[in-house]
T-cell receptor
Framework: DTGVSQDPRHKITKRGQNVTFRCDPI?????LYWYRQTLGQGPEFLTY????????KSRLLSDRFSAERPKGSFSTLEIQRTEQGDSAMYLC??????????????FGPGTRLTVT | DAKTTQPPSMDCAEGRAANLPCNHS???????VYWYRQIHSQGPQYIIH???NNETNEMASLIITEDRKSSTLILPHATLRDTAVYYC?????????FGAGTILRVKS
């Protein structure tokens, strides 16, 4: 257990429905990342926050995806109008960034989304 | 795109050292070398990272060549539980870019 938790662990939804995932990072960590992983591939970066500010979004993050970190603590990732291609493992990671430090990230267990 | 090259798979006998190579010939001066592993259906697990010097922690050792163009992750006494996909990543802050990694199979 890394201290990063994700909820739910599994989600099955019908195509066209909206889904929301939650990530609770390690409490003192100021950075929070979202990744997506499909079967047989390495994780792909989606977006990251430093405190409450969303600093970078991947081109993979279409308009149907939105992420928030309203108080700089937990984060949510929402997918609107889900498509079968959204089926994947959604991973959250957190890290502590300080001046001059390195940036190891600690990952949660992931949320596995299946769109039927 | 990932900036590293790793062999797709390796086998190791239980109790022996596992040496996982990684080439990163385009690494820049301020980029760190990170190693993560992912056991089936779990999130990636941080192992170790380094900039120039060799590093050791309770899990592994990281040997970085003097020109920094390659590195080796060493698991000193591999166990069956070390069977996983091992990712070598070079990055400075921000996002991690994962390649395909090396599937390490530890066999009894």
């Amino acid at each position: 257990d890394t201290g990063v938790s994700q909820d739910p662990r599994h989600k099955i939804t019908k195509r066209g429905q909206n889904v929301t995932f939650r990530c609770d990072p390690i409490s003192e960590h100021n950075r929070l990342y979202w990744y997506r992983q499909t079967l047989g591939q390495g994780p792909e970066f989606l977006t990251y926050f430093q405190n409450e500010a969303q600093l970078e979004k991947s081109r993979l993050l279409s308009d149907r995806f939105s992420a928030e970190r309203p108080k700089g603590s937990f984060s949510t990732l929402e997918i609107q109008r889900t498509e079968q291609g959204d089926s994947a493992m959604y991973l959250c990671a957190s890290s502590l960034i300080t001046t001059g430090s390195s940036y190891e990230q600690y990952f949660g267990p992931g949320t596995r989304l299946t769109v039927t | 795109d990932a900036k590293t090259t790793q062999p797709p798979s390796m086998d190791c006998a239980e109790g022996r050292a596992a040496n996982l190579p990684c080439n990163h010939s385009t690494i820049s001066g301020n980029e760190y070398v990170y190693w993560y592993r992912q056991i089936h259906s779990q999130g990636p697990q941080y192992i170790i990272h380094g900039l120039k010097n060799n590093e050791t922690n309770e899990m592994a050792s990281l040997i970085i060549t003097e020109d920094r163009k390659s590195s080796t992750l060493i698991l000193p006494h591999a166990t069956l539980r070390d069977t996983a996909v091992y990712y070598c990543i070079v990055e400075y802050g921000n996002k991690l870019v994962f390649g395909a990694g090396t599937i390490l199979r530890v066999k009894s």
